[in-house]
Nanobody
Framework: QVQLVESGGGLVQPGGSLRLSCAASGVIFNINAMGWYRQAPGKQRELVATITRGGSTNIASSVLGRFTISRDNAKNTVYLQMNSVKPEDTAVYYC???????????WGQGIQVTVSS
């Protein structure tokens, strides 16, 4: 099994920055891609960004140019650097891990990000 633990969330002012981390443990050799998703109140969970073991990324258009996803394979950790945040970025952010066969191996517990002055 894979376990994912997110950290780094909290309250940030509009225009500010925040970095989320997601550390994987357990049967990590199965992990290919890792990603960040978010779910705002009353809305469906949506993709934010994903990154493969090789470093290929996919970024949602709503955050392109503001958010960056990166990965430290040695630490089994994926990061989401959030810059120029907006109130509409407020959501619970979830990390996930996906196998090479595109099977979801695990979801993190979710971490709250609130953008407000």
């Amino acid at each position: 099994q894979v376990q994912l633990v997110e950290s780094g969330g909290g309250l940030v002012q509009p225009g500010g920055s925040l970095r989320l981390s997601c550390a994987a443990s357990g049967v990590i050799f199965n992990i290919n891609a890792m990603g960040w998703y978010r779910q705002a109140p009353g809305k469906q969970r949506e993709l934010v960004a994903t990154i493969t073991r090789g470093g290929s990324t996919n970024i949602a258009s709503s955050v392109l140019g503001r958010f960056t996803i990166s990965r430290d394979n040695a630490k089994n950790t994926v990061y989401l650097q959030m810059n120029s945040v907006k109130p509409e970025d407020t959501a619970v952010y979830y990390c996930n891990a996906v196998s090479a066969a595109s099977l979801i191996l695990a979801w993190g517990q979710g971490i709250q990000v609130t953008v407000s002055s």
